[in-house]
């Protein structure tokens, strides 16, 4: 019974060496294509919030997000954007993906808080 514990153990670690961070097994060879960024309403009240959406595709993708004004809730390609109740105005959002040949690419989009 030890041995077989030890072997489940074993080719767990294995089995978990060959994912990347998204959570499956990739190519390094898949072309980086970072092909859009947008949210779900782009004009939005003084602290009211809005999914922001990266569509990106490649190899071990890492998502990198800020805001000039509000919050940024959440990781990878889905985040909430919360306005600051004291930030009206044009607010940027900054997406950078990097994937895992050490290339990445930037896009921002303007969410508009009244």
Known sequence: ????IILLLLVFAVASCNK?????SGDP???FIFSSLSAEIDTIESGQST???A????YRLNFY???SA???LGSGNEVVYTASPCNAGKNKI?????DGNNASRSKEIFIVVK
Do not use: E, R, Y
Request: charged share 20%.
């Open 94 to 98: 900054t997406c950078t993906v990097h």
């Open 65 to 67: 997000w800020s805001a």
């Open 20 to 24: 990347d961070d998204n959570g499956g």
């Open 70 to 72: 509000g919050d940024i």
């Open 29 to 31: 060879d898949q072309p």
């Open 1 to 4: 019974m030890k041995q077989l």
């Open 51 to 53: 999914k922001v959406f």
């Open 55 to 58: 569509v990106a595709t490649g």
